[in-house]
């Protein structure tokens, strides 16, 4: 399978609605929201605030996994996540609070924001993310996606019980999750009715 079928989704996302005439400027338009993706994600992540009992802290790097999957579909929002997880992993001071490498108790989370792409993309290539009603169950899917991962990955990594990870790994962000939940529902069928998309 070439990288160009690899990256393109099943159906028209945000991202497809900057056409392209040849396969050459598509396959760049790819790589460049795929990147574009994963940087904002690490930007988003630096907006960080530690919290007292817990090592996982509040960042806006959420956000960005949530919307820019939904405007990249499946394929390239999942491969986003990768660049953005790899990068990181070996280095690049972008995840939580310009850290990088291996981050112990949180890495859980990360390896979940590929996951929490992959299955915001699909929603969105299911045409869930063009009104308000359908954005936010896809919100709420990634959400759920990234702590599927992270949670019992806390657990593992501190030697917690799956309950003491839920306290300090889900339940302190359960309201702040859900508000941008809230507001990447409102977000995407926004851009949605700004690019002028003819439903």
């Known amino acids: 399978m070439s990288v160009q079928a690899a990256l393109t989704p099943r159906r028209a996302v945000l991202v497809d609605l900057v056409r392209t005439d040849r396969r050459s400027l598509a396959w760049t338009r790819d790589v460049v929201v795929v990147l574009v993706a994963a940087g ?10 530690h919290l007292p009992n817990t090592p996982v802290p509040i960042t806006g790097q959420t956000l960005g996994v949530l919307v820019t999957s939904c405007a990249l579909g499946s ?12 990068l990181g992993f070996v280095g690049l001071p972008w995840f939580a609070g310009g850290t990088s490498g291996y981050v112990g108790p949180n890495a859980g989370y990360l390896v979940g ?18 009104h308000v009603l359908g954005a ?11 702590y599927l991962v992270g949670v019992p990955w806390l657990a593992v990594d501190l030697h917690w019980s799956l309950r003491h990870a839920l306290d300090a790994g889900f339940n302190p962000f359960v309201i ?16 949605w009715r700004l690019l002028d998309w003819r439903r």
């Open 40 to 49: 904002l994600t690490g930007a988003l992540a630096q907006l960080t605030i």
């Open 75 to 86: 394929r390239r929002a999942a491969v986003a996540m990768l660049v953005y997880d790899l």
């Open 136 to 146: 936010l169950p896809a919100m709420l899917l990634g959400e759920v996606a990234i």
């Open 176 to 191: 702040g999750d859900a508000i941008k939940a809230a507001l990447g529902g409102a977000l995407l069928p926004g851009a």
């Open 113 to 130: 924001f590929v996951l929490a792409a992959y299955c915001c993309g699909r929603v969105a290539e299911a045409g869930a993310d063009r």
